[in-house]
């Protein structure tokens, strides 16, 4: 089967660092998406890894591990405007299609 | 990353009525966009994928007689959501599949059938 699963909610602190994680079941990966949703708005493009490794891009970070079906997102010097949720995607070959997870929902308090 | 426009981005009708539903790539072409409907505090979940050209695919579940899809160009597609209920209320997202696979999403549009 085709799943994926990502914690609900996680709260965290302005400035600290908090890591998102990523487990996923899929056939035909081919390659791992993480998206920003603020409530109401469409997704906004994060990053994306395809290779096992770290993805570093400013205050945010992906790795993937293919061998294990894991990512994480790692958001560090965390900001007020973090305070959305991220959603994690699979991205099926061939296909094309995105499986999503059900997205974490970040509260980022002062 | 490329640029796609929704239109309209909130649409209120009678139950009954048909909502037409806009999604363009304003600097991208692509044979091969998305249509997301994303019920509150859920997930997106995939409805469709449209190809250029030729019939929208559709997910299990979804009727193809009530959401239907039209791909006429590189950079427009379109929903039109027939004979509508309060339970189709949601908000509907497009996407576009531009470089490395990555899809770039459409700002949404929230439709509410009283």
């Known amino acids: 089967g085709q799943n994926i699963d990502q914690p609900t909610e996680m709260t965290a602190t302005e400035g600290a660092i908090v890591q998102i994680n990523c487990t996923y079941q899929t056939s035909g990966f081919n390659g791992l998406f993480w998206y920003q949703q603020h409530a109401g708005e469409a997704p906004t493009f994060l990053s994306y890894n395809v290779l096992d490794g770290l993805e570093e891009k400013g205050r945010f970070s992906s790795f993937l591990s293919r061998s294990k079906g894991y990512s994480y997102l790692l958001l560090k010097e965390l900001q007020m405007k973090d305070s959305a949720s991220y959603l994690c995607a699979a991205s099926n070959s061939g296909t094309y299609k995105y499986i999503f997870g059900t997205g974490t929902r970040l509260k980022v308090l002062a | 990353g490329a640029v796609v426009s929704q239109h309209p981005s909130r649409v209120i009708c009678k139950s009954g009525t048909s909502v037409k539903i806009e999604c363009r790539s304003l600097?991208?072409?692509?044979?091969?966009m998305f249509w997301y409907r994303q019920f509150p505090k859920q997930s997106l979940m995939l409805m469709a994928t449209s190809n250029e050209g030729s019939k929208a695919t559709y997910e299990q579940g979804v009727e193809k007689d009530k959401f239907l899809i039209n791909h006429a160009s590189l950079t427009l597609s379109t929903l039109t959501v027939t004979s509508a209920h309060p339970e189709d209320s949601s908000f509907y997202i497009c996407?576009?599949?531009?470089?490395?696979?990555?899809?770039?999403f459409g700002p949404g549009t929230r439709l509410l059938v009283l």
């Open positions: 996407s576009y599949r531009a470089y490395q696979e990555t899809q770039y």
């Open positions: 600097d991208f072409q692509a044979t091969t």
